[in-house]
């Protein structure tokens, strides 16, 4: 099991990481999406709902799918999808302060947009904790997991892998930083660790949680 001494950079992925999942912020983003769908390609609602969920399953986003198969420009995309209701969210002191204590660089790395994270961030009380906030405007619009979106958004970030954590809710979004030489946490609040998907092995998963306030809080010092 990877220790979590000696980390100078800490990534954290966004929905629902940074916020849990029961806040119901991302159904809104996939409503959003969905519509998008619908109007883009002139499909009916379900015919959009099993696309976005099929290419985002294929792709790491929907927006990757609509990109590779319909030529979507992703720009007004993701205006669009996350045009959405941020009052669903609220502070976290405890968090703030889990991470205000962490040693070194902090960073957000999100499939979504550096826009639309800095709204979450400030939603949830955690403005000026990090150093720097990735898009997938910044991956070139290559979504996680793929390996290309990684080594964008860290070659960027100038960070050294093994002396890096990242902390995501999506297993399979862990791969390859695991591969890189990160420590990797897997965070499913409302998911047992061998009930999470994309985890039949779990060789690539260092750590998990259900609570990341609480995990932050017993990091060694």
Do not use: C
Not at 27 to 34: E, F, G, I, S, W
Not at 57 to 75: Q, R, S, V
Not at 186 to 211: E, K, L, Q, Y
């Amino acid at each position: 099991m990877a220790q979590l001494t000696d980390i100078d950079t800490w990534v954290f992925d966004l929905d629902n990481t940074l916020y849990p999942p029961d806040m119901a912020l991302f159904p809104q983003v996939n409503a959003k999406m969905t519509a998008y769908v619908m109007k883009a390609l002139g499909v009916p609602q379900p015919e959009a709902d099993n696309l976005r969920h099929h290419y985002y399953m294929e792709y790491g986003t929907t927006l990757a799918g609509l990109m590779a198969n319909h030529d979507i420009d992703p720009d007004p995309y993701l205006v669009a999808v996350h045009d959405i209701d941020f009052a669903v969210l609220s502070p976290d002191p405890a968090l703030a302060k889990a991470i205000a204590a962490l040693p070194g660089r902090k960073i957000i790395y999100t499939n979504g947009s550096a826009p639309y994270a800095t709204a979450v961030a400030h939603a949830r009380g955690l403005d000026g904790l990090f150093d720097a906030i990735y898009g997938v405007e910044h991956a070139k619009y290559h979504p996680k997991p793929s390996a290309s979106a990684f080594q964008i958004i860290f070659a960027k970030d100038d960070l050294t892998p093994t002396k890096a954590a990242m902390f995501e809710d999506e297993a399979r979004n862990l791969r390859v930083p695991h591969a890189m030489g990160l420590t990797t946490i897997h965070v499913a609040p409302d998911v047992a660790p061998d009930m999470a998907p994309d985890m039949a092995d779990g060789t690539h998963i260092h750590h998990h949680t259900n609570n990341l306030t609480h995990f932050l809080q017993t990091l060694p010092t």
